[in-house]
Nanobody
Framework: QVQLVESGGGLVQAGGSLRLSCAVS????????MGWFRQAPGQEREFVAS????????NYVDSVKGRFTISKDSAKNTVYLQMNSLKPEDTAVYYC?????????????????????WGQGAQVTVSS
């Protein structure tokens, strides 16, 4: 059974940084494209960033480009989301998700309903 376990959320002041981690178990890491989504109170879940299974392609929502970076450590079966220059509007629950490689990365990487597995979520709160 595939499990995604997130860590690294918390409270930070505007302009600060946090790094989210997502440890993956139960399936070969290279078989999956990985994504990060977020959901603020009263809002729909939003795509944030993704990485293809090979690691060769990454994508970001415009609002985080230049501030957030997705990366992975295949030896640790872990994907990361480094978040810099955080803003109050980044406050949300952040979810790690996995899309099986049998589904093409394009055009599915930003579509939450195409992802197969999800983590439990990590709260990120940015104070002004």
């Amino acid at each position: 059974q595939v499990q995604l376990v997130e860590s690294g959320g918390g409270l930070v002041q505007a302009g600060g940084s946090l790094r989210l981690s997502c440890a993956v178990s139960g399936r070969t890491f290279s078989d999956m494209h990985m994504g990060w989504f977020r959901q603020a109170p009263g809002q729909e879940r939003e795509f944030v960033a993704s990485m293809s299974s090979s690691g060769a392609v990454t994508n970001y929502v415009d609002s985080v480009k230049g501030r957030f970076t997705i990366s992975k450590d295949s030896a640790k079966n872990t994907v990361y989301l480094q978040m810099n220059s955080l803003k109050p509007e980044d406050t949300a629950v952040y979810y790690c998700a996995a899309l099986l490689r049998s589904s093409t990365y394009l055009p599915n990487y930003s579509r939450s309903n195409r992802y197969d597995y999800w983590g439990q979520g990590a709260q990120v709160t940015v104070s002004s």
